[in-house]
Nanobody, 122 residues
Framework: QVQLVESGGGSVQPGGSLRLSCVHS????????LGWFRQAPGKDREGLAT???????TYAASVQGRFTISQDNAKNALYLQMDDLKSEDTAMYYC????????????????WGQGTQVTVSS
C-alpha cells in the first residue's frame, strides 16, 4: 500500500522560507517520478516541481529560482525548500507519485498525500 505524508507547512511572512517534507512508503525504489503541487482556493491545482527516476529536477516558471526539490532515498523522503515566499504562494501543498514518467498533468499522478497548508502573510 502506497502512502505519502506531507509535513512542514505553516504561516510565514513574505520573504521567509519553509521546508516541506513528504515521507513515502510502498513505492518501489527507482520506479517513480515524485512531484510537488499546490492548490489555492478557487484555483486549479498547479505543478511546482518534479524529480524523475534519475534524480533530475524540473521546475515551473513560477517557482524557478525560489524553490528547490530534493530527495533522500535512504529516508524515503521528498523535500521542497521554499525561499523568498510571496503571498501568492499561499495554498495547500501536496506531494504526488507517478510510475515511470513525470507528466505535467496533475490528474495523471496515481498517488497523493493529504496536503500541508502554507500561508504567507504579513
Amino acid at each position: 500500500q502506497v502512502q505519502l505524508v506531507e509535513s512542514g507547512g505553516g504561516s510565514v511572512q513574505p520573504g521567509g522560507s519553509l521546508r516541506l517534507s513528504c515521507v513515502h512508503s510502498g513505492l518501489i525504489s527507482g520506479r517513480y517520478c515524485l512531484g510537488w503541487f499546490r492548490q489555492a482556493p478557487g484555483k486549479d491545482r498547479e505543478g511546482l516541481a518534479t524529480i524523475n527516476r534519475n534524480g533530475y529536477p524540473t521546475y515551473a516558471a513560477s517557482v524557478q529560482g525560489r524553490f528547490t526539490i530534493s530527495q533522500d532515498n535512504a529516508k524515503n523522503a521528498l523535500y521542497l525548500q521554499m525561499d523568498d515566499l510571496k503571498s501568492e504562494d499561499t495554498a495547500m501543498y501536496y506531494c504526488a507519485a507517478e510510475e515511470y514518467a513525470c507528466p505535467s498533468d496533475a490528474d495523471t499522478y496515481d498517488y497523493w498525500g493529504q496536503g500541508t497548508q502554507v500561508t504567507v502573510s504579513s
